[in-house]
């Protein structure tokens, strides 16, 4: 499937709230891929810029643990920015998509969950490069 920037979903995470805060838990069907890597960013400057890369398999969810960021994602056709700022609201990007992620807040955290381990092997680090695996993704 030519995956595109409308299969970016946000994923609600579901909590338990009383008077000694949130808790927010990530379990079962909630995320539709398997956990196999979870990874996360932090002391980002803010004038950092992450991502600049697809990937050709793996599935994300990239969740503002504390902080905000934007993330821009692109498909070759159309492109879209949202702006990640609720703990309890993840990011879910699917392979074949363009991401770029900026505008970090100050003491911001960015978890990462992620459907297999770190495999240099499944990026695609060149835009150009990702057109082309745009025009044959199947
Ligand atoms: P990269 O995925 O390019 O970071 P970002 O998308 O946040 O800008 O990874 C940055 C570096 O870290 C790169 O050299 C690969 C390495 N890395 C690992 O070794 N393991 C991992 O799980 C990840 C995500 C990255």
Redo the contacts with the bound molecule.
């Keep these: 499937m030519r995956t595109k920037i409308e299969d970016v979903s946000v994923i609600e995470i579901p909590r338990v709230h009383d008077e000694r805060g949130l808790l927010a838990v990530i379990e079962g069907d909630i995320i539709p891929f398997e956990i196999k890597?979870v990874?996360y960013?932090y002391d980002v400057p803010s004038d950092a810029f992450?991502?600049?890369?697809a990937h050709k398999k793996l599935h994300q969810l990239i969740i503002p643990l504390s902080g905000s960021f934007d993330v821009h994602i692109k498909d070759g056709e159309n492109k879209k920015t949202i702006n990640s700022n609720k703990p309890h609201k993840g990011l879910l990007i699917v392979p074949g998509i363009w991401r770029e992620?900026d505008n970090f807040s100050s003491g911001c955290v960015c978890l990462v969950l992620a459907s297999s381990e770190?495999d240099?092997s499944d990026y695609i680090r060149d835009y150009d490069d990702f057109l082309v695996f745009k025009k044959h993704q199947v």
């Design positions: 890597r990874y960013l992450r991502g600049g890369h992620i770190y240099e």
